[in-house]
């Protein structure tokens, strides 16, 4: 049956897929955190067998790597195959507060995880971003709504949905749409 990827890809495969550019994201958001003087950024990142994951590690190795950072493992948080949750996020955040240098910024592939974290730093005493920014990926309702606002990494989900539609239909068609890779945007809130 015809399908269309969403986000989420196979480059080995030759299905069309819409996306957006998950490294260049992540890559754009760490750089902003390196803007504003943090040099210790830890990661929370879910599991590296979805591509994206692996994507936004790279992206977060990658603006490090360009500031002359060399990137800590140990700053590198994987919460694992189900860890996507609030709660993931938040024993991330513990397992960070942990190490005996602390990170002063965090970056979390996903706003869940942010918010999680958020709760361990402030529940530690941390002012956020005064002590640690925090910075998410999704642009979730939510995240503009938590305590302080979440800055996060938006993707344009329902151009997304209309484009991946679109090349679907093409495909019933019988035609051959070409992948696509969308815009995304970094917005500034409080959190960062």
Known sequence: ???????EFLPDLNVPYVSIDHRKAAQDAVQYLVNQGHRRIGLINTDERFLYARQRRLGYETALQRAGLEPDPALNIATGPRGTDYVHGAQAAAALLALERQPTAIFAVSD??????MKTLRKAGRRIPAD???VGFDNSPVGEYSEPALSTVAQPAR?????????????????????????????LRDSA
């Open 1 to 7: 049956l015809p399908w269309v990827a969403c986000s």
């Open 112 to 117: 869940r995880l942010a918010i999680g974290a």
């Open 132 to 134: 640690v920014a925090v």
């Open 159 to 187: 151009q997304i949905g209309a484009v991946a539609s679109e090349m679907l239909l093409q495909r019933l068609r019988g035609e051959s749409p070409s992948s696509r890779t969308m815009p995304h945007q970094l917005i």
